[in-house]
Nanobody
Framework: QVQLVESGGDLVQAGGSLRLSCAAS????????MGWYRQAPGKQRELVAD???????NYAYSVKGRFTISRDNAKNTVYLQMNNLKPEDTAVYYC?????????WGQGTQVTVAS
C-alpha cells in the first residue's frame, strides 16, 4: 500500500511559478513511475508529466518547456516545478505512483492561475 501526500498548490498570477511536491509513504521497496496528472472542471484527468525511477521523463505537449518534473528516490518524493503558468493550467493536480502494476493517487492540490 502506498500513501501519497501532495502540497504546493496555490493561487498565482499568469506568468508566475509554483512548485508541487508529493511524498510517498508505506510498505514498498521502490516505485517504478511517479507522476502528476491534472483535472480541470468539466474535463477529463490528463497526464502532465511522469518520471521513472531511472530519471526518464515524459511531458504533455502543453507543458513542455515550462514544467519540470524531478524525483528524489531516497525520499520517495516527486516534484513538479511549474514556470510561466497560464490560466489554462488551472486544475486540481494529482500525484500518481505506479507500483507492481497498481496505480495509487493522492488527494489532489488546487492550482489556480489568474489572468
Amino acid at each position: 500500500q502506498v500513501q501519497l501526500v501532495e502540497s504546493g498548490g496555490d493561487l498565482v498570477q499568469a506568468g508566475g511559478s509554483l512548485r508541487l511536491s508529493c511524498a510517498a509513504s508505506g510498505s514498498f521497496f521502490s516505485i517504478s513511475v511517479m507522476g502528476w496528472y491534472r483535472q480541470a472542471p468539466g474535463k477529463q484527468r490528463e497526464l502532465v508529466a511522469d518520471i521513472t525511477s531511472y530519471g526518464t521523463t515524459n511531458y504533455a505537449y502543453s507543458v513542455k518547456g515550462r514544467f519540470t518534473i524531478s524525483r528524489d528516490n531516497a525520499k520517495n518524493t516527486v516534484y513538479l516545478q511549474m514556470n510561466n503558468l497560464k490560466p489554462e493550467d488551472t486544475a486540481v493536480y494529482y500525484c500518481n505512483a505506479l507500483l507492481i502494476g497498481n496505480r495509487y493517487w493522492g488527494q489532489g492540490t488546487q492550482v489556480t492561475v489568474a489572468s
